[in-house]
């Protein structure tokens, strides 16, 4: 059983599309966690035009942000496998199975993703050339080569993803960060979904520069001390 465990917070603009190419590669006895941090756009009547019994909301009612919100999706999935996802990016249609194939032999796959303009429209370049990605747990530690929606796991990652610890602004440097220690993964060159790129993105190649090196230092420090406590 797949669990997608998608965030979401006035998402209408883009959200049909990203659901239309996620449906399409699920089985019936898969499942859209869907936990929504108090949207009061068009997103749930989008989400019930679907009528779609895979599709599960959640809403996100404690701590309100990206953080907390992805944490309440993962909290409630269900599945053997586990799929990050944003609420504006498309599914390239075999993301899903490159994905599935991946972790028949290992326990975490992080794939690449093709960068797309607010129109979708392709900036012919992809993540990991951008970011000039190498896998390991150090590499990501000091200049985070992943994101997040393309990162998918096994279940018995949860045991040790959850809970995040209270002071993280980014999930997917600590889901990474805990992947690496304690767990064995692969690294996908495939662009497996156009990632939509605009200043509301949530990830730390979005939002680093506005912090100083003092700050961003002091915070790989926390996500180290916190990652190593899990051992």
């Known amino acids: 059983m797949i669990s997608?465990?998608?965030a979401t917070y006035n998402g209408a603009k883009y959200l049909k599309e990203q659901l239309d190419s996620i449906l399409i590669q699920l089985s019936v006895n898969d499942e859209i966690i869907i936990s929504d941090d108090g949207s009061s756009d068009a997103t749930f009547e989008i989400i019930a035009s679907y009528k779609d019994s895979r599709i599960k909301v959640?809403?996100?009612?404690n701590h309100h942000g990206v953080v907390p919100?992805?944490?309440n999706a993962l909290?409630?999935?269900l599945g053997?496998?586990?799929f990050l996802c944003d609420q504006d990016d498309i599914w390239c249609s075999d993301k899903v199975d490159k994905c599935i194939k991946s972790l028949q032999s290992k326990d975490f796959v992080v794939h690449n993703a093709l960068i797309v303009n607010t129109k979708g429209e392709s900036t012919n370049t992809d993540y990991f050339t951008l970011r000039k990605t190498k896998y390991g747990?150090?590499?990501n530690l000091w200049k985070m080569g992943y994101l997040g929606c393309c990162m998918a796991f096994?279940?018995?990652c949860l045991k040790d993803i959850l809970p995040f610890p209270k002071s993280i602004l980014w999930h997917d440097m600590w889901i990474a960060a805990i992947l690496h220690l304690k767990y064995k993964g692969i690294l996908l060159s495939d662009n497996l979904i156009h990632y939509r790129r605009h200043d509301t993105n949530a990830s730390p190649t979005t939002q680093q520069s506005?912090?100083?090196w003092g700050f961003r230092f002091n915070y790989r420090f926390y996500i180290f001390y916190h990652s190593l406590l899990k051992f």
């Open 80 to 82: 053997d496998y586990l």
């Open 210 to 212: 506005h912090y100083s």
């Open 58 to 61: 959640y809403h996100n009612q």
């Open 69 to 71: 919100n992805f944490e």
């Open 4 to 6: 997608v465990c998608l």
């Open 154 to 156: 096994r279940r018995k």
């Open 137 to 139: 747990y150090f590499p």
């Open 75 to 77: 909290k409630h999935a």
